[in-house]
């Protein structure tokens, strides 16, 4: 079952776990698990998809519960009128902040110069760095940044791509990530998922001008990380799962 964040008659927000999708593609297995599908045979009632997250990645997903919410989330989503913050473990030193202002492809598979591309803007903070003794690559130690990131705009892998192009791709990312790290994370701390999540979605209610924050502590393999790093005092409290819930929360996801 899904840990529900919040939920009103309008909509619904889950904690969505690292390595399942939100919602059926056209390519995927029949058999295969789905947000969509589970989350409504759990509240049983109908869901509306307003936003999505990819599948290795965590945190705040939200579904509307009556066709008026999902048009007024739309909305609010298309406006930009939704604050979205999220963490992220990615390689080497970042600078203290940035933006990155760079397009990109409405299909990361599309190639070429006739090729789509749409606005993408990303806004970062450094909130902490490590640096372990661990040779990987030709280097004799490895570095390592704890980063906020905020989504400006919504386009595919788009924290994923901006980060990777600034040369810190994120720790787990198969596709656009660094597969020594992402090996040297798997052999000696267990962690295999990416190492990116929601944590935090601050959107308008339907009907409303009230605005709501909604937050997903970090858990699993992804808060072990957190912890033995030492990066804990670098986030608010309510980010993290408490000491005495991680006994019950499989470092693995």
């Known amino acids: 079952m899904f840990q529900i964040l919040y939920q009103s008659d309008d909509l619904v927000a889950i904690d969505k776990p690292s390595g399942i999708k939100v919602h059926r593609g056209v390519c995927d297995p029949r058999d295969e698990a789905f947000v969509l599908q589970r989350l409504r045979d759990q509240i049983g009632k109908r869901l509306y998809p307003v936003h999505r997250l990819d599948r290795p990645t965590s945190g705040v997903l939200v579904f509307a519960l009556t066709p008026g919410a999902a048009r007024s989330l739309a909305k609010s989503f298309a406006r930009h009128e939704v604050r979205k913050t999220y963490l992220a473990v990615v390689r080497g030193y970042t600078a203290e902040n940035g933006e990155i202002d760079r397009p990109l492809r409405k299909d990361p598979r ?144």
Not at 170 to 188: A, C, L, P, T
Not at 195 to 214: D, K, V
Request: charged share 25%; with cysteine; net charge positive.
């Open 110 to 253: 599309q190639k070429g110069k006739d090729a789509r591309r749409q606005a993408a803007l990303t806004r970062y903070v450094r909130l902490d760095t490590a640096e372990l003794p661990i040779a990987v690559g030709p280097y004799a130690t490895s570095r390592y940044s704890l980063v906020q990131v905020s989504p400006r705009t919504g386009r595919m892998h788009q924290i994923r791509r901006h980060l990777c192009h600034l040369a810190h791709p994120v720790i787990g990312d198969r596709q656009y990530g660094d597969n020594k790290h992402n090996r040297s994370f798997k052999e000696r701390w267990q962690c295999e998922r990416l190492l990116l999540a929601a944590t935090e979605l601050t959107l308008p209610l339907p009907g409303s001008r009230t605005r709501h924050n909604i937050v997903a502590p970090i858990s699993g393999a992804f808060n072990a990380i957190i912890r033995m790093l030492g990066w804990q005092a670098s986030l608010p409290p309510e980010w993290l799962v408490r000491d005495t819930e991680i006994l019950n929360d499989p470092i693995g996801d």
